[in-house]
């Protein structure tokens, strides 16, 4: 089993039964049946060249559940033994496949770990699959807004500080729900909050989407399995190598029903899964237990050429992360160009940085162009600041606006469920004129791509009044082009 295009992530030789399902699926490419079964690409034959070309034998994989192929909804064969190996690389008890990326696991763990009306703390920011997993569930959400980092430009992850107290604030909550890693690559003190946690007899549920990769050699961040939470979710696409949409969440037994998270991720999933998708989630866990130490100490190594501001007490950075802070939309254009000079194309960048992810199969020479671009940004914006035309990111004003809707959160009860929300007919109506109606729609301001309001929030006049400052500084995803917001009738 190798990989044609790469140096550092070749595998060594495997026994078949250290990657099951490649093994399966290989051995059934070699019967060479004629594929009177779905998919109706026939095994590649059938597929349009302009796609078959690129797939080549890859389309011979892209099977779904055949006899000795296992059955992802019922795993009891290849994908049962996979899953297991990858459980024993985390330590967790269980882990299950996603092919609908961390989305479905997030859903999953929410449907598995809450019953309709069971309060969920959130605490920090969270993906919008965290608010699907609400709907879903019928669970409600106890929302503990964290503060925006003025330095950093960045949202910070809950401290177990923070968790106590929204724990003290809302004793009615069942499980407590966290995203660490964030995006820009913060990582929250896990093992401290699970204490808290687990001091008041509730699980804790991490999105740990962009953090597969922690703990997979010293200098990179213990996992939150070894922290000790008791749902962990992470998008395998994101950060290891493998292909876009895998992710696994894994369980530990004791204050959660495992059984019933995999019930969940059954009723979230496709019944046709690709293989090809499974058989990545193989070769990961393959790769995470034999080539992937050294390859992250080779990464750590050469990401450590890059400049990092340092993380507030009591976080951590993620080393494969960069989050470059700018003085505002002007500079980050300016780095977003050097970059595209440079040939990289960056994750993301918007009005208050630029995000660049590393990772395994980078070479030491891909990181220099990165290094390169960046001596050049500080050359131009060296250059811009002395013709008077750099700008601070906001003014404050959007600082202000961002700590009204956080205080309303903590303030204000939701007036509906997030599932009554999503049922309840709705109406457009003018920005102006909301106050004192339910928001129907999430409502994320770019930057940061947070949610700032949440379907069921009353909006309040102060609401109301930061939202039209918003948006005059922000792009806010979830209002009308016409600028009206949905609010239900
Ligand atoms: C924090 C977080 N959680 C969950 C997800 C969903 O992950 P996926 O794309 O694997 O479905 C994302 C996606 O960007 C994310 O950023």
């Not at 896990?190 to 549920?205: D, T």
């Amino acid at each position: 089993m190798t990989h044609a295009h790469c140096r550092t992530n070749c595998l060594p030789p495997l026994r078949p039964d250290e990657v099951p399902i490649l093994a399966e699926l290989v051995r059934h490419a070699a019967l060479g049946r004629i594929p009177l079964h779905v998919p109706g690409h026939k095994r590649g034959r059938g597929l349009p060249s302009a796609l078959g070309a690129w797939l080549g034998a890859a389309a011979l994989l892209d099977l779904t559940e055949l006899p000795g192929l296992d059955n992802l909804q019922h795993p009891n064969g290849c994908i049962a033994a996979s899953q297991r190996l990858a459980a024993a690389h985390y330590g967790s008890d269980d882990c299950f496949y996603s092919v609908g990326g961390s989305s479905a696991g997030v859903m999953a763990a929410l449907l598995g770990c809450l019953a309709e009306g069971d309060a969920v703390l959130l605490a920090g920011a969270f993906h919008v699959s965290a608010w699907r997993g609400l709907v879903l569930s019928g669970a409600l959400p106890r929302l503990w807004p964290t503060p925006f980092s003025d330095a950093l430009h960045a949202l910070l992850p809950p401290t177990a500080a923070d968790v106590a107290e929204a724990l003290a604030a809302h004793p009615d909550v069942r499980a407590v729900y966290l995203t660490s890693p964030t995006y820009q690559g913060l990582v929250a003190p896990v093992a401290e909050i699970a204490k808290v946690v687990h001091q008041r007899g509730l699980p804790l549920i991490v999105d740990e989407a962009h953090g597969a990769h922690l703990g997979l050699a010293p200098g990179l961040p213990q996992h939150s399995v070894a922290a000790g939470a008791d749902v962990v979710i992470q998008s395998v696409h994101k950060t290891l190598p493998a292909l876009a949409q895998t992710a696994w969440v894994h369980c530990r037994r004791g204050r959660v029903d495992a059984e019933r998270v995999q019930a969940a991720l059954r009723l979230l999933h496709t019944t046709s899964p690709s293989y090809l998708l499974l058989a990545s989630l193989d070769a990961a866990q393959a790769w995470l237990r034999t080539a992937g130490r050294a390859e992250a100490e080779r990464v750590l190594q050469v990401v450590g050429r890059l400049p990092q501001a340092p993380a507030p007490d009591p976080f951590a950075w993620d080393p494969f992360r960069r989050w470059f802070a700018t003085r505002g939309p002007d500079d980050s254009r300016l780095l977003l160009q050097a970059l595209a000079d440079a040939g990289v194309e960056p994750e993301y960048g918007d009005a208050w940085g630029v995000l660049c992810l590393f990772g395994f199969g980078l070479a030491a020479r891909d990181v220099m162009r990165c290094e390169a671009a960046l001596a050049a940004w500080q050359r131009q914006r060296g250059e811009a600041a002395e013709g008077g035309s750099a700008e601070e990111a906001g003014d404050g004003r959007w600082l202000r606006a961002w700590h009204t809707l956080a205080d309303e959160w903590r303030r204000v009860p939701p007036a509906v469920t997030p599932r009554e929300a999503y049922q309840r007919s709705s109406e457009r109506v003018p920005l102006s004129a909301c106050a004192g109606r339910v928001a129907a729609d999430l409502i994320t301001p770019y930057p940061p791509g947070v949610p700032l309001v949440v379907p069921g929030m009353r909006l309040t006049a102060p609401v109301r009044d930061a939202l039209c400052e918003l948006s005059s500084l922000v792009e806010l995803h979830g209002l009308g082009r016409d600028g009206q917001i949905r609010v239900l009738k």
